[in-house]
């Protein structure tokens, strides 16, 4: 396999473990409120909220948001 299909197989694993990773931290669009893209899926608070601080920091002017399940936990733009 080469990289680029060893990485698709890898987020493939993922996406069927999305609801055992219940925390969400969200990279907003720089013109909509709406999200780009998800930057990362966590288990708990504790590791959710370092991601969150470190996203911060990665992209100080954009909108983050950390999410579990329909609910905002933190929000930068807030």
């Known amino acids: 396999m080469n990289e680029r299909t060893t990485k698709i197989a890898r987020l493939s694993s993922l996406a069927g473990r999305q609801d055992q990773l219940p925390y ?25 909220r370092a991601i969150f601080r470190a ?7 954009r909108r983050i948001v950390l999410c579990r399940g329909g609910r905002t936990i933190a929000d930068t733009a807030e």
């Open 55 to 61: 996203a911060q920091k990665e992209y100080p002017e």
């Open 24 to 48: 969400r931290i969200e990279l907003c669009g720089e013109s909509e409120n709406a999200p780009e893209r998800v930057l990362a899926l966590a288990l708990d608070a504790n590791l959710a």
